[in-house]
C-alpha cells in the first residue's frame, strides 16, 4: 500500500513520523514522507500526486483539532473519499470522537507498536478486498480500536 506520512502545521517534531515511515517500509509498504511543517493544501495535494491509499497524519502540536479536519475536508472535495486517513501524536481522548466521525479510521498516541498500526494496515486491505468502505470520505461506522 502506497502511504503518505504527514507533519501539518508549525509543529517542529519529527522523529516520530521518521520512526513510523521507516517501520512502514520496512512492513512492505510504500511511504513517502511529506517533511515538517505542511499545509493542510499542500498534505491533500501530496495525496493526489502520489496517488496514495492511505495518510497518516502525525500531530503533537495541539492543532489537531483545526488541521485534521481541514486536511479530511480538502480530500472529500477534491474527489479523494476513498483514502484511509489515520493519526497519530498527542490527540486527547476527548477530541477522539469528533476525528473519528469526520472520518478518521485510526488514532494512536504515544507508545503506540509498530505492529499495531501494521496490524491496521493489514485490516484497511482485507477491507478493501471486501469492497468495505473504509475511506475518509466513505459511510462507515467502522474505526480501529
Known amino acids: 500500500m502506497k502511504i503518505i506520512i504527514a507533519k501539518p502545521g508549525l509543529d517542529g517534531h519529527d ?3 521518521k520512526v513510523i515511515a521507516r517501520a512502514l517500509r520496512d512492513g512492505g509498504h510504500e511511504v ?3 517533511g515538517l511543517r505542511k499545509t493542510p493544501t499542500e498534505i491533500v495535494r501530496a495525496t493526489m500526486d ?4 492511505a495518510l497518516g497524519i502525525s500531530t503533537l502540536s495541539g492543532a ?3 488541521l485534521i479536519p481541514a486536511i479530511c475536508d480538502g480530500l472529500v472535495e477534491d474527489d479523494l473519499s476513498g483514502i484511509v486517513v489515520f493519526a497519530g501524536g498527542i490527540i ?3 477530541d477522539r470522537n469528533t476525528l473519528h466521525d469526520m472520518g478518521v479510521r ?12 501494521l496490524d ?3 485490516e484497511v486491505s482485507s477491507r478493501k478486498e471486501s469492497g468495505e468502505p473504509v475511506g475518509v470520505g466513505e459511510s462507515s461506522q467502522w474505526r480501529w480500536e
Do not use: C, K, M, N
Request: charged content about 15%; aromatic content about 10%; cysteine-free.
Open 64 to 66: 489537531h483539532d483545526v
Open 106 to 117: 485510526a488514532i494512536f498516541g504515544p507508545g503506540t507498536s509498530t505492529s499495531e498500526i
Open 15 to 17: 522523529r516520530g513520523a
Open 92 to 94: 486527547p481522548a476527548s
Open 50 to 53: 502520489e496517488d496514495a491509499a
Open 32 to 34: 513517502v514522507y511529506t
Open 120 to 122: 491496521f494496515l493489514s
